[in-house]
Nanobody, 120 residues
Framework: QVQLVESGGGTVQPGGSLRLSCAAS????????IGWFRQAPGKEREGVSC????????YYANSMKGRFTISKDNAKNTVYLQIDSLKPEDTAVYYC?????????????WGQGTQVTVSS
């Protein structure tokens, strides 16, 4: 059974950084590509990034390039999303999910999400 648990969200000031974690269980990262999407109140879901299972190739939405970095630690079965230079518009619930390559924005199972709030 695929299970994903996000953590690491919180409230930060503009310009700050956060590292979100996604702990996977029931499968290994060798077999599933994992990504992140976010959803802000009243807005549609927005794909952020995906990292492939086989070669750790990374994919970013155009608007996310530069401030977001996805990585994974296969030994810990955990995927990370580093977010730098946070802006108020980054405020959203961030979810990790399986991403169904070759379409990195085709998300499958996801976790409960972690809230990121950027506010002064």
């Amino acid at each position: 059974q695929v299970q994903l648990v996000e953590s690491g969200g919180g409230t930060v000031q503009p310009g700050g950084s956060l590292r979100l974690s996604c702990a996977a269980s029931g499968f290994t990262l060798d077999n599933y590509s994992i990504g992140w999407f976010r959803q802000a109140p009243g807005k549609e879901r927005e794909g952020v990034s995906c990292i492939s299972s086989s070669d750790a190739r990374t994919y970013y939405a155009n608007s996310m390039k530069g401030r977001f970095t996805i990585s994974k630690d296969n030994a810990k079965n955990t995927v990370y999303l580093q977010i730098d230079s946070l802006k108020p518009e980054d405020t959203a619930v961030y979810y990790c999910a399986t991403c169904e390559l070759p379409n990195p924005w085709d998300f499958g199972s996801w976790g409960q999400g972690t809230q990121v709030t950027v506010s002064s």
